[in-house]
């Protein structure tokens, strides 16, 4: 049974800093593309950040480039998402999800596996 476990999410104040991790198993990790959405209430899932199998490339949303990093431990069976300079607009709950693919995808339909989600609050 694959699981995605989501975890790191709180809240914080604008300008500040939060590390989301997603723990896998039951997946052949390194097999898998890996992404970071987002779901704000009232708007559609968006895709905000994802890393190929390997981790040797990376893809994020305009809004957060520069300030979020995806990164990966295979070893680990976890991804991660550090943000900094968070502001209230990045407020959501993100889910992370797994992508039997060799490319880093931005389309949710895409992802074959996904976790319950964390919520993140940016408080102004």
């Known amino acids: 049974q694959v699981q995605l476990e989501e975890s790191g999410g709180g809240l914080v104040q604008a300008g500040g800093s939060l590390r989301l991790s997603c723990a896998a198993s039951?997946?052949?990790?390194?097999?898998?593309?890996m992404g970071w959405f987002r779901q704000a209430p009232g708007k559609e899932r968006e895709f905000v950040a994802g890393?190929?199998?390997?981790?040797?490339?990376?893809n994020y949303v305009d809004s957060v480039k520069g300030r979020f990093t995806i990164s990966r431990d295979n070893a680990k069976n976890t991804v991660y998402l550090q943000m900094n300079s968070l502001k209230p607009e990045d407020t959501a709950v993100y889910y992370c999800a797994a992508d039997r693919s060799a490319a880093v995808r931005a389309s949710a339909i895409a992802y074959d596996f996904w976790g319950q989600g964390t919520q993140v609050t940016v408080s102004s």
């Open positions: 890393i190929s199998r390997s981790g040797g490339s990376t």
């Open positions: 039951g997946l052949p990790f390194s097999y898998y593309a």
